[in-house]
């Protein structure tokens, strides 16, 4: 035991410190792995409560089979996946026999060459741009309410006058950006900042701030423009720390920057737009918010999921597949390279120092019932991945049901690593799909500049409707700048003027230098009053120009 020594300390206080210190890092590893829980929560519930009970998974397991696409027998899933992995062992061999990987303890892999920028592209972007011209935000925010109406969304019915259209913008932007309600009072000068703050409380409500985010982002995707960016099944999910105060209980030291921050996780779609967001603590493994992120959408299917190292383990590979999705993990570590096969595989002599024949096929078989009830129990809503992927983390070592995961994890990270190893296109997709991620954290750092205050901060509701709040401002910005580039393309095409669309699909709607997000906002609203407020008639729309 690390604590022994100072236990046993002859300075007694000194002693007691260390049992103290040594008692509270058992318990949190006991909370985490699930062998101590707290009765009344749902963060770090029992692990019998993350699943279904016996008698109901008894009842309802084929039904729960089905729904996951799932065969009853282990075997009849890991036989197309152990033929994808042979294969893949093999490709990676020759491979190596060839000189493209070059292998000695490790498994070396040359990077991508930079992608240089075509002078085509430049050209076509200058031109956008400057059809496309300047503007404030609040013409933004209107020109995309007008087409998806999600101030409807936010009050659940047409809003009854233009001040009551202009608190729900306002308690968008108020939870969106690092303003408070009295900046943001000084800002739109119709409103008090106690409407404001009346407008803020309701808007983190009923999740309806996602809800206006996915309407933004389906809107976005209507676009002819959108089949140009990418894979409508692909997606990528990075985490974005935004700077706090230590006082926030959620806060943690951000080593980077070395100041308190809380981590907001986003789930980008290759075609652009946010289409998840949560908050979450930093310097913990984000494969649980990762999972999560893709099966709460209804709408959207993703088939792979890009992440960094943070957010995989090979636990949250193996429980990814079984819920109906890849996670495509870019590593950074060598030795998270490896390769693994089943025992008594033969190893190719060109690889046999970067792959191991250690598998327990029957290890997976055996436990295969548990892992898809875990799974059915996630996918069903009874138990969060974030939950699910705590209690079965690296503090859950020994136990069969964590062990049978990581060897089945370990199979489908070996299928994705042969293909990512000699497969440069597939290299290329993954590099392109993250790159979005961290464009889009780009956008949100310039649309959120300050740091989240402490009355934001209390509960995980509040910060949830931050995190949702920037998604929607972010989703804004972009459809704004998709719908204007799709009407240049339009009248460009009109006159017989085509871009090809391989240039089209490398312009990116980040775009955010034309639009200003500060000063007094003048919000134009009896210009889209036909679209936003269409029982009231235009005369009564007043004040709405400054």
Known sequence: MIWQVSISSPDRERAFQALEVATLFALRRAVRNGSVWIEHSLSFRGRARLFFTDERWQA??????????????????LKPLLARVT????????????????VDDELHLSPLPAEDEDPEVTKLRAALDHRIGEVQLPEVILAVDAQVRFSWIMLGR???STDELLMVYAGIMAHGTSLTAVECARMIPQLSATSIRQAMRWARDERRLSQAC?????????????????RSDLASSDMM?????????????????????????????DRWGIFHAQPFV??????????????RQEKLETSQLAVDTHGYTDFAMSHARLLGFDLCPRLKELKQRHLFVPRGTKV????????????????????????????????????????????????????????????????????????????????????????RGEAVNALKRAIYTGRISPAQAKRVDEMQAVADALSLMANIVMAWNTSQMQAVLDRWSNRRQVIPPELIGKIAPTRLESINLRGVFRFPVDRYADQILPSRPNASITGTNG
């Open 60 to 77: 309802e397991s084929k039904k729960h089979y089905a729904r996951l696409s799932l065969p009853s027998k282990a075997a009849t899933f």
């Open 214 to 230: 996915q309407a933004v982002l389906e809107f976005m995707q209507r676009h002819p423009i959108a089949a140009t960016w990418g």
């Open 348 to 435: 190719p002599a060109e690889i046999a120092a970067v792959c191991e024949a250690n598998v327990d096929v029957a290890l997976i078989e055996k436990h295969w019932d548990s892992l898809v009830h875990l799974a059915a129990s996630v996918m069903s809503g009874h138990a969060s991945a974030v939950a699910a992927l705590a209690r079965f983390g690296s503090a859950a070592q020994g136990d069969p049901i964590y062990e049978a995961g990581v060897q089945l994890g370990r199979l489908l990270r070996t299928a994705f690593l042969a293909d990512y190893f000699v497969k440069d296109a597939f290299r290329n997709e993954l590099r392109r799909v993250l790159n």
């Open 241 to 269: 720390s935004m700077e706090t105060t230590k006082r926030v209980w959620q806060a943690r030291l951000d080593p980077r920057r070395n100041t308190p921050s809380i981590g907001i996780y986003s789930h980008v779609k």
């Open 158 to 160: 047409e809003p009854r």
């Open 87 to 102: 294969a893949g062992v093999d490709a990676v061999a020759a491979a190596a026999r060839s000189g493209v990987l070059r």
């Open 282 to 295: 930093l310097n913990e493994r984000q494969a649980g918010v990762a999972i999560e992120g893709v099966i």
